[in-house]
């Protein structure tokens, strides 16, 4: 197999300087010239008789014989055409290399009506015999060649006269024609199209009836048949097996020119489609409508006939074998790539543009989800999938199906680059319009007052979500063309939905991780501030017992107030779970929640505890509890002083019991055990779940963040050695100051 030989088509237009009119073929076009080459403006040409869309509803015909046996003045007639034909006067040669033209008469209204077929093409063949260059029998062989290959009817012209004359020239160059047909049809087994041959006997004086110059004809053929040289298997075949017959007879032009015309009528009747009905015998048969059998057509179609043509030319011109089932092979590469081509400029055209527009937003960092992109997409699919169909499935089938997944295969890179760039879109703002609804229905909620449910906000917000996508996504989906399932995007989407609802519930835990801990705030503010006031009674509360409760004493202040921090804990806990659950939180989460939250609750309560030991309140709560042992007596009855009391007894002994409060107070200690509450216990463990994020707010608590180098102790240490001195000086000073003013009084009593 050679180079393929229609590529050298590509090119050939261009050099064709101006655009060729109609007026210009006129005579019709010479597809071969003297010089053996092809018009490169065939195509053209057929473009402009409106052949070219014609499809495989076209017919050619060419016409052999001698030079100058009025073959063009009989095409003139029979089509309508503009064949130059020699004049009467000067007799040389006309008609040079291959001219073709198409029917002219189609069509035509009243008795020129003849219901001829459609999209007739006619091929004027040089004459053979009797030329100036006589010599060159090459020509003659190339000719038929290029005819046989492409026509469905072959004219044999030959004057009546030269019936018999078995050395005529005639029958020279039937014995080409079957030569060449066997080499042809030897490469094409399994196509093995039939032609017709249809002599056209010319001067039919009318002696000798028809059938008998038939008979003669069909004798003289068989000879010739019979005498070729078969190539190996082929020694016997018949002439019949590649050529059905039919005979015309024509009166004399210049002699009875009303009869020829009226005959001539007669026959142009006979191009027509038509199919065979019967044959009887070898040369004998009955057909149906005109000349035109299906099985005649090359099956090229019309809009590929000129590239066709060429390369069929161009491999016989270079004497190369033909190969007509390689040729056709070759067209159908040639024409499915541009049809190809066509078909994909025009989908550029619809999708460029919206290509354009995405990738628009995608630079400007805002995705844009294009409108109705799946119907549009779809469209402009199934167009350019229709229109490569409708020109190339009437190409080499496998070649046209090679090409079709081929044409399939860029259409959907573009698609699919285009949709999922449609579907990050729609993923980005939905994830983001997702988050923004849950925010704001949170939000919402949250004005209304605190009956919101978080979990039912953003399963409803999620729902709305998907169903967008989903919806989106389906728009996009081509039935039949798997890659538009596009579930896995979907899925991912979701993933995504679920991450970002993830972080938002945690946002939302730490919201009521806060709320929960300013509630333990005030709680713990409010009842430890209490226990605190009760150092200033003097008496540790010790009044009265209301209802049954153990009297609480000074000692027993840490036990107290941890046991009620444990217990403004624990209900804290209890809340923090069961909005935590209604949140969907998980049981890490909750954990981590939980374990944060006591570890908060302990920097409160040390917090409010500081505050409570501030240099001047407790001060204050000192000499409040001084002053309480001093001025009251045991029942609770304020003293008044007289000289004779033991003023300095009471007041040592009600300076020393409030100066023990300062060790009390220097360390939370539990009075059954003498040793901090088990803190690190009661915060427990770090949750294995819990994330260095959880963990950045916190404060270190001694004793339980080890590595801190803080120990329980000092962490349960709540004054200084330092603080405690200064506050026993100060506070003696306090004591003094009343102890003076006590007994002045007693004096100032006396004198009174
Ligand atoms: P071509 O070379 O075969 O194409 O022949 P042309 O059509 O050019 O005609 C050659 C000559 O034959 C012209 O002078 C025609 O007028 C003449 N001619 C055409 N038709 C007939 C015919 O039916 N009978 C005769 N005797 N002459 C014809
Ligand atoms: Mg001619």
Redesign the pocket.
């Known amino acids: 197999l050679t180079a393929p030989s229609v590529m050298t088509m590509n090119g050939h237009f261009a050099s064709v300087g101006d655009a060729p009119t109609k007026e210009q073929y006129e005579h019709g076009i010479q597809v071969i010239d003297e010089e053996k080459q092809f018009n490169p403006n065939l195509n053209t040409y057929l473009q402009l008789t409106k052949t070219a869309q014609s499809g495989f509803n076209y017919h050619l015909i060419s016409v052999f014989?001698?030079?100058?046996?009025?073959?063009?003045?009989?095409?003139?007639h029979l089509f309508g055409t503009e064949?130059?034909?020699?004049?009467?006067t000067e007799?040389r040669?006309?008609?040079k290399g291959i001219w073709m033209s198409k029917n002219k008469r189609e069509g035509a209204a009243g008795p020129e009506a003849h219901g001829m077929a459609d999209n007739i093409l006619v091929m004027?063949v040089e004459?053979t015999d009797g030329r100036e260059r006589g010599e060159d029998q090459d020509f003659e062989r190339k000719s038929a060649l290029f005819a046989l290959a492409t026509s469905e009817v072959l004219i044999v012209?030959i004057?009546e006269h030269q019936v018999g004359l078995y050395q005529g020239a005639n029958m020279g160059l039937l014995k080409t024609v079957f030569e060449v047909n066997m080499q042809l049809f030897l490469k094409d087994k399994q196509s093995n199209p039939r032609s017709l041959l249809f002599f056209v006997i010319?001067?039919h004086i009318g002696t000798t009836p028809l059938a008998n110059l038939r008979n003669t004809l069909i004798a003289d053929l068989t000879g010739i048949w019979t005498s070729l040289s078969k190539p190996p298997g082929l020694e016997k075949s018949r002439i019949e097996d590649y050529f059905d017959f039919a005979f015309a007879a024509?009166?004399?032009?210049?002699?009875q020119p009303d009869k020829?015309i009226t005959e001539v009528a007669k026959l142009s009747t006979r191009f027509r489609v038509g199919h065979r009905v019967a044959r009887h015998g070898d040369f004998d048969q009955e057909l149906e409508g005109g000349v035109f059998l299906p099985e005649y057509h090359r099956r090229i179609p019309a809009d590929g006939f000129s590239v066709y043509a060429e390369g069929v030319w161009d491999q016989i011109v270079n004497n190369k074998d033909l190969d007509l089932p390689t040729q056709q092979e070759l067209l159908a590469q040639f024409r499915c790539d541009e049809i190809s081509r066509e078909v994909l400029e025009a989908f550029d055209d619809a999708i460029s543009p919206l290509e354009e527009k995405q990738a628009e937003g995608v630079r400007l960092g805002q995705p844009s989800v294009l409108k109705d992109l799946g119907a549009s997409g779809k469209a402009a699919r199934a167009k350019s999938i229709k229109a490569f169909e409708t020109e190339a499935s009437r190409y080499h089938k496998g070649v046209y199906a090679r090409k079709r997944v081929e044409l399939e295969g860029k259409i959907d890179t573009r698609l699919k680059a285009l949709y999922q760039g449609q579907l990050s879109a729609a993923h980005k703002s939905g994830v983001a319009s997702f988050s923004d609804a849950v925010v704001a229905a949170v939000k919402a909620g949250q004005k209304k007052g605190a009956s919101y449910e978080f979990a039912d906000i953003v399963e409803r917000e999620k729902e709305v979500a998907l169903e967008n996508f989903e919806l989106e996504a389906k728009s996009l989906a081509i039935e039949g063309v798997p890659w538009t399932n596009f579930k896995q995007q979907y899925n991912l989407y979701e993933k995504d939905l679920d991450e970002v609802s993830g972080r938002l519930r945690k946002e939302e835990m730490r919201r009521l991780a806060t709320r929960v801990e300013r509630w333990v705030r005030s709680r713990l503010g409010e009842s430890v501030g209490l226990e605190f006031n009760k150092l200033g009674s003097g008496r540790g509360g010790s009044g009265a017992p209301e209802s049954g409760e153990k009297p609480a004493t000074e000692k027993d202040l840490w036990d107290r107030i941890w046991n009620l921090f444990v217990a403004t804990v624990k209900e804290a806990e209890s809340r923090f779970i069961e909005r935590a659950k209604s949140y969907n939180a998980s049981g890490d989460e909750i954990e981590v929640g939980l374990w944060r939250l006591r570890r908060k609750s302990w920097g409160v309560l040390r917090a409010k505890i500081d505050e409570e030991v501030m240099e001047g309140n407790i001060l204050l709560k000192l000499r409040e509890n001084f002053e309480d042992k001093f001025r009251y007596d045991e029942a609770g009855v304020p003293r008044i002083w007289r000289p004779t009391d033991d003023i300095e007894g009471v007041y040592t002994k009600a300076r020393e019991s409030t100066l023990t409060l300062i060790p009390l107070l220097s360390r939370f200690r539990l009075s059954e055990t003498y040793a901090p509450p088990e803190l690190p216990e009661w915060i427990g463990a770090a949750p294995d779940s819990v994330d260095p994020k959880d963990e950045e707010d916190l404060t270190p608590i001694g004793g339980v963040d080890e590595e801190e180098g803080k120990s329980l102790e000092e962490e349960m240490s709540i004054l200084s050695e330092a603080k405690r001195q200064d506050l026993v000086v100060r506070f003696k000073k306090t004591a003094d100051g009343v102890y003076v003013e006590a007994k002045r009084s007693a004096i100032g009593g006396v004198a009174q």
């Not at 014989?65 to 003139?76: C, D, E, R, V, Y």
């Not at 024509?250 to 002699?255: A, S, T, W």
């Open positions: 014989g001698s030079q100058s046996t009025g073959k063009s003045t009989l095409l003139n064949f130059g034909v020699m004049s009467e007799r040669q006309t008609t004027d004459g012209n004057w010319r001067d024509l009166p004399h032009k210049i002699l020829f």
